[in-house]
């Protein structure tokens, strides 16, 4: 897509308030890198798939392989980067981790995607 293709003001005029009004609210470096990395965690559709699973019941990483047809070696991958962006937790019972969704945010920003993409 060219520049020109894009709209664009007509006359260079600066708005001084709208600008100051924006970077008053502007969150800081750190908390924006942090929301990117978490948006990119997002950006790969077998972590939504697991997800996804993880809405309807907490589950190990053998029912998650068994239920999106991979191996255990893969999902559990996947796990880990979900866990470290804090989006699913596991619970030790017995031999088994059961791995469910950390919070109901998951299903929100999930559903709210799904949402958008929708419209």
Known sequence: MALEDVEHC?????????????????????????????????????????????????????DLAQ????????????????KQAKLVTGRREGKSVFYSLADDHVRTIIDQGREHIEE
């Open 10 to 62: 007509e006359d260079f005029c600066v708005h001084e308030d709208r600008i100051q009004r924006a970077n008053e609210k502007m969150p800081d470096e750190d908390e924006l890198y942090d929301i990117a990395e978490l948006f990119k965690v997002f950006g790969d559709s077998t972590r939504i798939r697991i997800l996804y699973v993880l809405f309807e019941s907490e589950l190990c990483v053998c």
């Open 67 to 82: 239920t999106l047809n991979m191996n255990q070696s893969a999902i559990s991958h996947q796990l880990k980067i979900l």
